[in-house]
C-alpha cells in the first residue's frame, strides 16, 4: 500500500500534477442553520374591548350609539418580544389561518342599541365593542450541533400570554357592566 501512494505521489509530482488531500466528512463537524424557529402554542380567540363605547347608564335603560369613530386595538404581552415581533405576527398569522398584527384600527359609523339589565353587584353599564383578537404563546429554539453529527432543536425560551387583534374588521357589541 505504501509503495502505491509513494508511486502516485512521484508520478504526480514529475508530471507537475497536484495531489488533494481531503479528510474525511466527520472530521469537519455538522453545520446546523443559526435561524430560530418559532412554534405557536396555547391557542385561544378573545374579544377584547376597544375605545368605542356609550356612556354608562342605569340598569332598565336603552342605550342606543350612533358615532362616527375610529375604532383601535393595540396587542398585548409583546414588550418582550421587541424586534422579533413581527415575525412571530407572521407566524402566528400563519397558525390561526388569520392576519394579526401589533395593532387595528377602523373608522366607522357605529350604530347599536341594547338595555342595561339588572345585575347583582353591578350598578350600570355601558354599550361597548369587543374585537376579535388572538391569544397564544410562542417559543423559539435554535438548532445545535452534537456530537453525532446531527443538530437537535434547543429552547430558547417561551412568552406566554401574546394577545394580537385580527387584522379583518370583526368586532362583536355587548353591554360592559361595573
Not at 375605545?51 to 354608562?56: A, E, F, P, Q
Not at 332598565?60 to 418580544?81: F, P, Q
Not at 402566528?92 to 398584527?101: E, H, K
Amino acid at each position: 500500500m505504501k509503495r502505491a501512494i509513494g508511486a502516485v505521489l512521484s508520478t504526480a509530482l514529475l508530471t507537475g500534477g497536484v495531489v488533494a488531500v481531503s479528510a474525511a466528512p466527520a472530521a469537519a463537524g455538522i453545520v446546523c442553520s443559526d435561524e430560530p424557529i418559532y412554534t405557536i402554542g396555547d391557542k385561544k380567540t378573545v374579544w377584547k374591548p376597544t375605545n368605542v363605547h356609550s356612556d354608562w347608564a342605569k340598569p332598565g335603560v336603552t342605550i342606543s350609539y350612533a358615532k362616527n369613530k375610529t375604532g383601535s386595538w393595540t396587542a398585548t404581552g409583546t414588550a418582550t418580544i421587541g424586534a422579533e415581533a413581527g415575525v412571530i405576527f407572521a407566524k402566528a398569522s400563519t397558525s390561526f389561518s388569520v392576519s394579526v398584527g401589533k395593532t387595528w384600527s377602523k373608522s366607522d359609523t357605529w350604530t347599536y342599541s341594547a338595555t342595561v339589565k339588572k345585575k347583582a353587584g353591578k350598578t350600570k353599564g355601558r354599550l361597548m365593542m369587543y374585537h376579535e383578537a388572538k391569544g397564544f404563546s410562542v417559543t423559539k429554539y435554535r438548532l445545535q450541533a452534537t456530537g453525532s453529527q446531527t443538530c437537535k432543536k434547543v429552547k430558547v425560551w417561551k412568552k406566554s400570554g401574546i394577545v394580537a387583534p385580527v387584522k379583518r374588521n370583526n368586532n362583536l357589541w355587548g353591554i360592559q357592566y361595573s
